[in-house]
């Protein structure tokens, strides 16, 4: 993706004479109209257009070189957006969501009327801070501005993209704050646009050696430290998970290790993403409808690097590793059959009786192997994992399941404040007996019922007393709620979360719950 130049700009709104300026108008509990300086005169003419009425997500735009109205700025484009009665809104994430989705907007107007460049007026509004509209705003119209292009035809009916958006603030002794929270926005939606990035990649072209390559460059740009574990060191290390699903493959599988570190008496956190960087099922092989979307079964690994990413260019107060466990699932001639036996890194047993269900092998691997070497003070495992939780949930919701209370909460605040919503499901012994195998210590599929809750049992076998918490996000990678923001295909979901979260960690703030 190309990247957006985002400023806040010394000239006044009235001097703004760009493709497109954005002022915003709210309503107040008795339906009037309400704006600040700019729009203020224009209220009265405006209440005359029954089309706008300012409600949340409506919008009117007005050419103002042919526009009746007077007083307008020199601007080729005036849109006028709705933000409905934010007093009546029921809290800060609600009315974060509203800002994204105004930027998505934003984003669409852009795409529609091919706009290079944006100016946005800052509303002075109550309720709504400068730099929390600067950050939500900045973050929803660059993941509205989102295209993938890579693979096509410079076309010159094709949108360029956008090239500078530019925020027009009233209060200019306020400048350092608004810088700080576009920044943070800026950070959180680029990110988000890196996993899809690696996400829309066609599986030919995003193997795990790619996997390892995007690590290096993140190392080399942010100064973390890189380790790339080969397919000799995991024969050595006995990963007969990952070794398993990599049977059938031509390329060798990698395990890819970024660490962020801060200092030694802060908590360090392990993430986990799936890296399954195509998916065939194996010898149990999937249909074929459908299977090319099975490239984004790598999804949970994009969105760890991603977030890694932004988690050492923000600089934050918590020390962070990142694995990602990586291979294909293919059905060649020396692939692992239903009913093989295999052994995890650190002993445990598990018997094969599908082979389409290799996530939780590799990732069982990774969480065991970073839990003994770095010992973390949790555990977050992202991944595209069962078909199940779009039956539980649709493409609504992800999947969360967790032996830690107060990480489940947590994370559900996070996934809250940033639009990506997590829904609770419950793990437990009768759960866990779906998965006992007669001949290992464990099997790798507990059936169709509960099939998200057996998958995380098996999962939860590898992590001990450790707080963590298990990310389904299989039904919300990809196809999620349509939102202005959020693009058709792969959503980058999970990466602002992990942001959302680790912004605001505190130190030792986990105990032991064993929920």
């Keep these: 993706m190309k990247i957006t130049k985002v400023v806040i700009a010394k000239k006044k709104v009235e001097e703004y004479a760009g493709e497109l300026l954005v002022a915003f108008i709210a309503r107040d509990g008795a339906g009037e109209l309400v704006g600040d300086g700019l729009l203020k005169p224009l209220l009265p003419s405006l209440q005359g257009f029954k089309e706008f009425s300012a409600k949340k997500e409506q919008y009117f735009l007005i050419y103002p070189g042919v526009s009746p109205i007077k007083g307008l700025p020199p601007c080729k484009r005036l849109l006028l957006l709705g933000l409905g009665d934010i007093a009546a809104m029921s809290g800060p994430s609600e009315i974060f969501e509203l800002l994204r989705t105004a930027g998505g907007l934003i984003a669409g107007q852009c795409k529609r009327n091919l706009v290079t460049t944006v100016g946005l007026n800052i509303p002075e509004l109550e309720g709504l801070d400068d730099d929390l509209v600067g950050e939500y705003v900045a973050e929803g119209i660059l993941l509205g501005a989102y295209q993938f292009l890579k693979y096509q035809k410079k076309d010159d009916d094709v949108y360029p993209g956008l090239k500078k958006i530019e925020f027009i603030s009233h209060d200019h002794g306020n400048r350092s704050k608004i810088g700080k929270g576009i920044d943070r926005g800026v950070n959180s939606a680029l990110a988000a646009c890196a996993a899809r990035d690696m996400a829309n990649e066609p599986g030919n072209c995003w193997t795990p050696g790619h996997f390892a390559d995007a690590a290096k460059k993140i190392a080399k740009e942010l100064k973390l430290k890189c380790t790339i574990l080969e397919k000799s060191d995991m024969t050595r290390l006995a990963m007969g998970g990952i070794l398993a699903v990599n049977k059938g493959s031509e390329e060798a599988p990698k395990m890819v290790i970024l660490e962020y570190n801060r200092q030694k008496n802060v908590d360090t956190l392990l993430l986990v993403g799936k890296g399954l960087t195509f998916d065939s099922g194996g010898i149990s092989l999937k249909p074929a409808q459908g299977m090319m979307d099975m490239k984004y079964d790598m999804c949970g690994g994009a969105a760890v690097l991603a977030a890694m990413g932004a988690i050492a260019r923000e600089r934050l107060g918590v020390n962070v590793v990142a694995i990602v466990p990586s291979t294909d699932n293919m059905a060649g001639g020396g692939a692992v059959k239903p009913g093989d036996v295999i052994t995890h890194y650190g002993g445990i047993t598990s018997e094969i009786e599908n082979t389409d269900a290799e996530g939780r092998l590799i990732l069982a691997d990774a969480m065991a192997y970073g839990i003994e070497k770095y010992q973390p003070a949790c555990v977050i495992d992202l991944a595209t994992l069962t078909g199940a939780v779009i039956i539980a949930l649709g493409h609504h919701y992800s999947g969360l399941l967790s032996n830690n209370d107060q990480l489940a909460a947590r994370l559900v605040a996070a996934g809250k404040m940033c639009g990506e919503p997590l829904w609770r499901l419950p793990l437990g012994e009768m759960y866990a007996k779906q998965i006992k195998s007669k001949v290992a210590d464990i099997k790798n599929t507990g059936g169709k019922p509960a099939g998200s809750i057996t998958a995380a049992e098996y999962l939860h076998k590898f992590v001990g007393e450790v707080p963590w918490a298990h990310l389904d996000i ?39 719950d064993n929920s």
Aim: hydrophobic share 35%; net charge neutral.
């Design 474 to 512: 299989a039904g919300t990678a990809w196809d999620f709620t349509e939102k202005s923001y959020i693009p058709g295909g792969p959503s980058g979901i999970g990466v602002r979360t992990l942001i959302e979260l680790l912004r605001s960690w505190e130190n030792g703030i986990l105990t032991k």
